[in-house]
């Protein structure tokens, strides 16, 4: 036999070639393939399975967490440390530091898992016709010509052009985000570029058949399917920096510089006042732990932890700890519509009789709503329920609840009927039992349409329910009150414009009919006209506030979904997204070039049937806009976006776990609205990452500045290698954890989002963070000086002025609670930083009057006169950073970063 397809045969359009040119071009028949021809292309094609591509090994991944700058100046100080003898000091540095770096390999590692959910959604067997029989293969031994056959309850095993289709319908919805099951046909269609959706002649691997039968030849196995080339985007695509960490890695590069400049030049100025060497060295070694904030990395990781755990009590689980502060800056959110903007279950909007018009409350499975006319709720007339009973009777999918969660078993388009009619009181097992169904005349695509007849008293009743073109050539009377008139060409064109209208809404519309006395026959011929049913697929009741929020904050929401452009119109425009904005459909984006995507993309509320890559492309403009994209979504079809997007959110209770595993974020109740409480945590971490990073480089710049005054005007160093390290791992440790936890300001969520690009310290925190540390070292400074010049001895001074630098750290922790606010406006509303500063305070008294803890820390007992001094001016700090921050809420400085 002749060898199997080419390569470049998967990129063939194979929807526009008719069954026996596709089977020729695969070398194939209806028949299949031998066995022996199959094991020679399986050889040749390889498994039809997924790939992975080349991955850094655990060990690499590991390694990775410590190319950070901050991280290695860590470790070097634990080396030393740990060589001199200071066995407390390294030890603490060194636990610092393998937590932050686990902590990172694990998130890491968890990342990459996204594949292999693509795996486990593979179907496991398919049904092939191999030597002219029906044979079970494993889904990985499925080679391109092989002929599969399609049944109910069946996951394509492969991607295929249709050969025979006999009322065959497809959930596309994990692949193309479609809320309803397509119809298939073998129909050859023009060979014009289609989204996956609009391929109708074509199946698709991991997708599941929910109606009829029909076979297919397989066109595509492997990687070269739609899933496997979703599953390159997933691996292919890198996700970016956060802007945390890109802040936290310039601010470890500048200490690290400042350190090594810093040091140096006091360790010189030490030694060339004769100071010993090996004394100068050990206090050196302190002094860069002093510049470097140790307790950076951990607080950091404690804060995202809080605000995760925070985040899971308002139903968002968060995998990646440091999605949590990019949540905080995001600037787009792009959603997915199916069962994220939308419940994902269809549901009746309105009921068009003859003569009535009526709007259906309710949405979901729920079989809750009411019936409405003018603004008004009515009862449902005889001619609106004969139309609700025939949608009933004419269906047969069941709607069941299920731990108070009501579902549909069976088709959802039926189930919206069923639902619409139990909101009448018409039980479908009641109705069943009343009008048992005889005979059925089932749907085809090629039919558009299907038929059930019933037993009642006085003979056989049809019911028809299908595409109201085709009811309506069917019809020769329609209802009217309780009698049946015959069907004028008035009629049929008044019908035919209400549908147009009904579709231009985005509504999925079916018509109606019914036959009395009928035979098998007859039943389609000659009915009666009952009405039209309008359904969609609802917005999720909390949606439209969701995206008020959303503006209110100055974030930006689009919809990216495989939907029709009609019914994405729709429901864009219920929830508030276009407000002016326009809706793109997949063709018309692959038209444009990137430049005019660049230009046009501000003004484009929704995006219509569009493809992963399209989704992809669109997550990219807006990030190279410099927006902070956040992508949600639920199907296969979001994963590369998902994980292209700086934070991809994925659905938790409809979505896949493919999704799932390439977002950083998963609603646990699959509401659109969980995205703006998780967008408030992570606005509200960051806030807090700057609280305690503007305290703790205040600290430090008071320690360095101190140290550095000192050296420079020829005075004894003022503190201890042991006093510095227990100021920066002890005192300013604690107080910045409580800081993490600081109570959010209430205008929080009215406040536009951060620019990323600014980093975490604006001018005007600059000028509070350096005023805080300056004004630190010149009130330490000077009450050593002044202790030395009065002849207190050099110890005292020291010990003193340790117990100065402590005290004005607790005052600033309270100061930096806000960089706007007075420290007056709930002062001690932060009960984890009270606890703090007492317990610091406890500390301090025992290190103060405990005679062994006197000697490492260089202090003695004090009187109430050595405690007045230090406290009178390290309580200072409190009227200058208020001047600070009053000169800046009136302009004078710049206004306050409010972020």
Not at 20 to 31: A, H, I, T
Not at 289 to 317: H, Y
Request: proline share 5%.
């Amino acid at each position: 036999m002749n060898s199997g397809p080419s390569p470049s045969d998967s990129d063939t359009p194979w929807h526009g070639l008719d069954v026996p040119e596709v089977l020729r071009r695969l070398r194939s028949s209806e028949q299949g393939l031998g066995s022996a021809e199959a094991a020679r292309r399986l050889a040749e094609t390889g498994p039809n399975e997924l790939q992975a591509l080349a991955r850094a090994s655990a060990w690499h991944t590991f390694a990775g967490q410590f190319k950070n700058v901050l991280v290695v100046i860590l470790l070097v100080a634990v080396a030393i440390s740990g060589l001199l003898g200071h066995a407390l000091e390294a030890v603490v540095i060194a636990v610092i530091v393998l937590f932050a770096v686990l902590l990172g390999f694990i998130q890491e590692f968890r990342a990459e898992r996204a594949l292999e959910a693509l795996r486990e959604m593979a179907a496991p067997l398919g049904h092939v016709m191999r030597d002219g029989l029906e044979a079970g293969v494993p889904a990985r031994d499925i080679v391109p010509g092989d002929v599969v056959q399609l049944r109910p309850g069946d996951r394509v095993p492969a991607d295929g052009r249709l050969i025979t289709a006999v009322n065959l319908a497809v959930d596309e919805a994990a692949l193309t985000g479609e809320s309803t099951a397509s119809d298939k046909a073998t129909d050859v269609l023009d060979d014009t570029p289609r989204g996956v959706g609009d391929r109708t002649n074509m199946v698709y691997a991991g997708t599941v058949v929910t109606y009829g039968r029909g076979t297919a030849v397989v066109t595509a196995t492997g990687m070269a399917t739609e899933f496997g080339r979703i599953s390159t985007l997933v691996q292919s695509v890198e996700a970016g920096r956060t802007p945390l960490q890109e802040n936290l890695d310039r601010l470890g590069a500048t200490l690290g510089k400042a350190a090594l400049v810093v040091v140096g030049l006091i360790v010189l100025a030490g030694l060339s006042r004769g100071l010993p060497l090996l004394d100068m060295f050990i206090f050196g070694i302190a002094l860069a732990v002093a510049v470097v904030p140790e307790a950076l990395p951990a607080v950091v990781t404690i804060s995202l932890a809080i605000g995760v755990r925070r985040m899971v009590a308002r139903q968002a689980l968060v995998r990646r700890l440091l999605a949590v502060e990019t949540l905080g800056s995001t600037s787009v959110i792009c959603s997915d519509k199916t069962g994220t903007l939308t419940r994902n279950e269809m549901t009746v909007r309105r009921l068009v009789t003859p003569d009535t018009a009526l709007e259906v409350s309710g949405a979901g499975y729920e079989p809750v709503g009411r019936f409405v006319a003018d603004g008004a709720a009515v009862s449902p007339s005889a001619a609106v329920r004969e139309l609700l009973r025939a949608g009933v009777l004419a269906s047969d999918a069941r709607v069941v609840s299920e731990e108070g969660r009501w579902r549909v078993e069976g088709d959802a388009t039926e189930g919206a009927l069923v639902v619409a009619a139990a909101k009448a009181g018409l039980e479908q097992a009641a109705l069943n039992t009343a009008l048992p169904r005889m005979h059925e005349i089932p749907f085809s695509s090629e039919r558009r349409r299907m038929t059930t007849l019933h037993a009642e008293a006085d003979g056989l009743t049809a019911y028809s329910k299908g595409a109201s073109d085709v009811i309506l050539a069917g019809a020769t009377t329609r209802v009217r009150g309780d009698d049946d008139v015959p069907m004028t060409d008035a009629d049929r064109e008044r019908i035919a414009s209400m549908e147009r209208d009904l579709a231009s809404d985005g509504l999925r519309v079916l018509a109606l009919a019914r036959k009395r006395h009928a035979t098998h026959e007859d039943a389609e011929r000659g009915m009666t006209f009952l009405g039209l049913v309008a359904m969609q697929d609802p917005p999720r009741a909390e949606a439209a506030a969701a995206v008020r929020t959303c503006r209110a904050a100055g974030i930006t929401p689009v919809m990216i979904t495989g939907d029709h452009p009609l019914t994405a119109t729709a429901i864009a425009d219920e929830v508030g997204l276009l407000a002016g904005r326009r809706v793109v459909s997949g063709t018309e984006l692959s038209a444009m070039s990137d430049a005019e995507l660049g230009d046009a993309v501000a003004d484009i509320g929704a995006y219509a049937r569009v493809s992963p890559a399209d989704k992809l492309r669109i997550v990219s403009m807006w990030q190279s806009r410099g927006e902070v994209v956040a992508m949600t979504g639920d199907g296969v079809n979001d994963a590369p976006a998902l994980k292209k997007a700086d934070v991809g959110v994925a659905m938790g209770i409809s979505g896949t776990d493919v999704s799932r595993e390439a977002s950083a974020v998963t609603l646990l109740d699959d509401n659109f609205a969980t995205i703006v409480a998780a967008v408030e945590e992570g606005r509200i971490v960051f806030s807090n990452v700057r609280k305690y990073l503007t305290y703790l480089l205040s600290s430090n710049v008071g320690e360095i500045l101190l140290m550095a005054g000192a050296a420079l005007a020829g005075l004894p160093l003022p503190l201890t290698a042991v006093q510095i390290l227990y100021v920066n791992l002890a005192t300013d440790g604690l107080p910045a954890l409580a800081l993490a936890v600081d109570p959010p300001d209430p205008d929080l969520m009215e406040r536009r989002p951060r620019d990323p690009r600014a980093g975490v310290f604006t001018r005007p925190l600059v000028i509070l963070l350096l005023t805080g540390g300056v004004w630190s070292a010149l009130v330490n400074l000077g009450l050593f000086t002044w202790l030395r010049q009065n002849g207190r001895p050099l110890e005292e001074a020291m010990a003193m002025t340790f117990v100065s630098l402590i005290l004005i750290q607790f005052f600033k922790a309270y100061n930096y609670r806000s960089d706007h606010d007075s420290v007056l406006h709930g002062t001690f509303s932060n009960k984890w930083l009270n606890l703090a500063v007492f317990w610091e305070g406890i500390l301090l008294l025992a290190i103060v009057y405990t005679p062994f803890l006197q000697g490492p820390f260089g202090t003695f007992s004090f009187s109430w006169q050595d405690w007045a001094l230090p406290a009178a001016l390290a309580l200072t700090i409190v009227p200058v950073l208020e001047m600070v921050k009053w000169l800046q809420r009136h302009g004078h400085l710049g206004a306050a970063t409010r972020a």
